[in-house]
């Protein structure tokens, strides 16, 4: 049923390049465009039976034309393709338009991306390994049905091997009495294998840890309604108060359009705010750019554990997976379908990847106390909300549209957490009221430690306010020293600092030198006379705790600022590098910057990074509940006065 609401929503307002057909330059690439990408790479010689789409993604025209462009107007549409065939990384580029090939070269010193079929095709290959039969023979494992072995690439080169070699390092977990594997990892038994050749290269064997019987099946466990518990009823009887027309969403003064990307999910695109009549720019593109999760076990087949989640493993799959109805979205939710090219370049749907809805707030729009009355008014927000899933981990990503200009966007991490199986059976013993020992992780059931780990979000935020030229501004509070006032010490006063270069706009966050951050138009004043502005308001956030010259913290080097802003460029979309699978970490924006390129008065990039770091607790176990964090892109002088004050009481 919902499925056919996607597809009457769809019908009814043109939703996305899917439906449209005249798309918009930035709609995703439809059902007929994928087939267009296959059959010009096909005749062309470069889609053979040993060829592979490891990925295929749109090619965004250039902004001005984009910015420019009027309905009815011609639409450039253009596929960039990766194609993997041998061991060889291929990048092509596609005119679906006028159905030809535009560029096809080979890439000497890049991985593409590592297909579904190398990561869980290698499972007999393995376990014929008369290496790995011994090894599991010594762990009292004979029965290989109830065994799942699978390779995962590594995104830093560890190891000389992936010098020349496409290598997979192997893992294998005891399935027997759960339908999961997660605890039930096999300790101690890793390998490294030749994915071109299906070579196992090496086995490594060290310690033997019985695999733990603890129980992992939480959807068996009996439900339970707590006492005094009543339904809760989310209705809208006149229908939904957005509007999609053209592909263009429009909520309480908010317009924008959306895509949903294989690789980075959903992307946000002309985001303006009506104001008095006049449609303003607030932001040009907003996505997600990449994902980092180093692991913090030092032993064997846990040091190699650092995934670039966005980067490595949306090939053929894509980033995001359905949504449950009435779990992850309300009663009145919309849902949309997605698409990406399985490894054969065929299209692929995913079914309701992305979901809309509008929710009563929480909190009042505002409110004051005043001679025995309250004055105030209830808020409301739009929420755009998909779930990215990779391997144990599901991050629900949202983006809340707030009635006063602001967005918040968050991420609430659930799933099944990564864990190590322990000879000891639980923590008893462990001193930790005294000096206690250095800890890799924490006992969240018997014989399984929850291993500690680092998650590192970064959004690439293309912000445009109020047009294309704006400014990075540092707003630093400093305390100022009063030596002749007898009423006071001491104040803080805030000092502006524009920006000249990307080195002076890396910023991190620190209590005692807090400073505000804000992308100003220092071509357009408010009635006041401030440039108009958008501030980037941090949440509770992480920095890395890895050494900077550590190989994999290079590749994941955007973890160690809060905050970045480049120039816009449009090759510059990943803050981990294009190709994050083997990387030298020669790509990214640790390295752009280094450029200090001039970012003043002109078309910028703000990257901010969503951190937090994971010690496991008991509560964490057999799944996670839903922990979020967030940031706000919020309006600073961008209003001539509060822009909520006529909302209906």
């Not at 749907?349 to 909190?363: H, K, M, N, T, Y």
């Given at each position: 049923m919902q499925r056919n609401l996607t597809r009457a929503v769809c019908a009814l307002f043109l939703v996305m390049g899917i439906c449209s057909a005249q798309p918009h330059p930035l709609d995703g690439l439809s059902t007929a465009e994928y087939w267009v990408a296959y059959d010009v790479l096909q005749q062309a010689g470069h889609a053979g039976p040993e060829g592979f789409f490891a990925s295929v993604l749109l090619r965004e025209p250039p902004k001005?034309?984009?910015?420019?462009?009027?309905?009815?107007?011609?639409?450039?549409?253009?596929?960039?393709?990766?194609?993997?065939?041998?061991?060889?990384?291929?990048?092509?580029?596609?005119?679906?338009?006028?159905?030809?090939?535009?560029?096809?070269?080979?890439?000497?010193?890049?991985?593409?991306?590592?297909?579904?079929?190398?990561?869980?095709?290698?499972?007999?290959?393995?376990?014929?390994?008369?290496?790995?039969?011994?090894?599991?023979?010594?762990?009292?494992?004979?029965?290989?049905?109830?065994?799942?072995?699978?390779?995962?690439?590594?995104?830093?080169?560890?190891?000389?091997e992936q010098n020349t070699q496409r290598i997979g390092f192997g893992s294998c977990s005891e399935q027997h009495g759960s339908y999961h594997s997660w605890g039930r990892s096999i300790e101690g038994l890793t390998l490294q294998m030749d994915m071109v050749t299906k070579t196992i290269l090496k086995v490594v064997d060290t310690e033997v840890v019985p695999v733990s019987k603890g129980g992992v099946n939480y959807e068996e466990i009996p439900e339970r309604a707590r006492p005094g518990t009543t339904p809760i009823a989310i209705s809208q009887p006149m229908g939904a108060s957005f509007q999609i027309k053209d592909g263009e969403v429009s909520w309480q003064n908010w317009h924008f359009r959306f895509r949903i990307d294989p690789r980075v999910g959903p992307v946000l695109n002309l985001v303006r705010f009506e104001d008095g009549g006049r449609m303003r720019s607030v932001m040009y593109e907003g996505s997600l750019s990449e994902l980092y999760v180093p692991y913090m076990d030092p032993t064997n087949g846990w040091n190699s554990r650092v995934f670039i989640d966005a980067g490595e493993f949306y090939s053929g799959v894509g980033l995001l997976k359905p949504l449950r109805p009435g779990l992850d979205c309300p009663a009145n939710a919309a849902y949309f379908d997605g698409l990406s090219a399985g490894e054969k370049g065929a299209p692929?749907?995913?079914?309701?990847?992305?979901?809309?809805?509008?929710?009563?707030?929480?909190?009042?729009?505002?409110?004051?106390?005043?001679?025995?009355?309250?004055?105030?008014?209830?808020?409301?927000?739009?929420?755009?909300?998909?779930?990215?899933?990779?391997?144990?981990?599901?991050?629900?990503?949202?983006?809340?549209?707030?009635?006063?200009?602001?967005?918040?966007?968050?991420?609430?991490?659930?799933?099944?957490?990564?864990?190590k199986i322990s000879a000891q059976k639980n923590a008893a013993g462990h001193p930790m009221e005294k000096s206690?020992?250095?800890?890799?992780?924490?006992?969240?059931?018997?014989?399984?430690?929850?291993?500690?780990?680092?998650?590192?979000?970064?959004?690439?935020?293309?912000?445009?306010?109020?047009?294309?030229?704006?400014?990075?501004?540092?707003?630093?509070?400093?305390?100022?020293?009063?030596?002749?006032?007898?009423?006071?010490?001491?104040?803080?006063?805030?000092?502006?600092?524009?920006?000249?270069?990307?080195?002076?706009?890396?910023?991190?966050?620190?209590?005692?030198?807090?400073?505000?951050?804000?992308?100003?138009?220092?071509?357009?004043?408010?009635?006041?006379?401030y440039p108009t502005g958008y501030e980037i308001m941090p949440g509770v956030t992480?920095?890395?705790?890895?050494?900077?010259?550590?190989?994999?913290?290079?590749?994941?080097?955007?973890?160690?600022?809060?905050?970045?802003?480049?120039?816009?460029?449009?090759?510059?979309?990943?803050?981990?590098?294009?190709?994050?699978?083997?990387?030298?970490?020669?790509?990214?924006?640790?390295?752009?910057?280094?450029?200090?390129?001039?970012?003043?008065?002109?078309?910028?990039?703000?990257?901010?990074?969503?951190?937090?770091?994971?010690?496991?607790?008991?509560?964490?176990?057999?799944?996670?509940?839903?922990?979020?964090?967030?940031?706000?892109?919020?309006?600073?002088?961008?209003?001539?006065?509060?822009?909520?004050?006529?909302?209906?009481?």
């Open positions: 001005n034309l984009v910015l420019n462009w009027k309905e009815g107007s011609a639409t450039p549409r253009e596929a960039d393709v990766v194609m993997f065939e041998k061991g060889k990384t291929f990048e092509a580029r596609v005119d679906l338009a006028a159905r030809k090939l535009s560029s096809w070269r080979e890439l000497k010193d890049v991985q593409a991306p590592f297909l579904g079929s190398e990561i869980f095709g290698s499972d007999e290959v393995i376990k014929k390994d008369q290496r790995v039969i011994e090894a599991l023979k010594k762990r009292g494992l004979t029965d290989l049905n109830a065994v799942q072995c699978i390779v995962l690439p590594e995104s830093y080169v560890a190891v000389p692929k749907i995913w079914p309701q990847v992305l979901c809309l809805f509008e929710r009563a707030g929480s909190d009042p729009a505002w409110r004051h106390f005043e001679e025995n009355i309250v004055h105030g008014r209830p808020s409301r927000e739009l929420v755009l909300r998909s779930a990215a899933v990779i391997g144990n981990y599901d991050y629900l990503m949202d983006w809340r549209f707030q009635q006063d200009g602001a967005i918040d966007v968050a991420v609430g991490a659930t799933g099944v957490i990564e864990t206690a020992p250095v800890d890799f992780g924490q006992f969240v059931a018997d014989n399984t430690i929850g291993v500690n780990h680092d998650h590192f979000f970064s959004f690439r935020l293309d912000l445009d306010v109020d047009g294309v030229d704006n400014s990075f501004m540092a707003d630093r509070m400093v305390q100022q020293l009063l030596p002749s006032d007898p009423m006071r010490k001491s104040i803080w006063a805030v000092k502006h600092t524009i920006a000249a270069r990307e080195q002076d706009a890396i910023m991190d966050i620190h209590l005692e030198t807090p400073s505000m951050w804000m992308f100003i138009n220092p071509n357009v004043k408010g009635p006041l006379g992480a920095k890395s705790l890895l050494s900077p010259d550590d190989l994999p913290q290079k590749l994941g080097a955007f973890s160690e600022h809060q905050f970045w802003v480049t120039p816009n460029d449009p090759t510059q979309r990943y803050a981990a590098g294009v190709y994050p699978t083997s990387s030298k970490a020669t790509d990214g924006i640790a390295v752009w910057t280094k450029a200090n390129r001039p970012i003043e008065n002109t078309d910028l990039v703000g990257w901010y990074t969503l951190g937090f770091h994971h010690m496991p607790r008991v509560e964490d176990w057999p799944v996670m509940p839903t922990m979020w964090h967030s940031f706000q892109i919020r309006p600073f002088n961008f209003f001539g006065a509060n822009p909520v004050l006529d909302l209906p009481r």
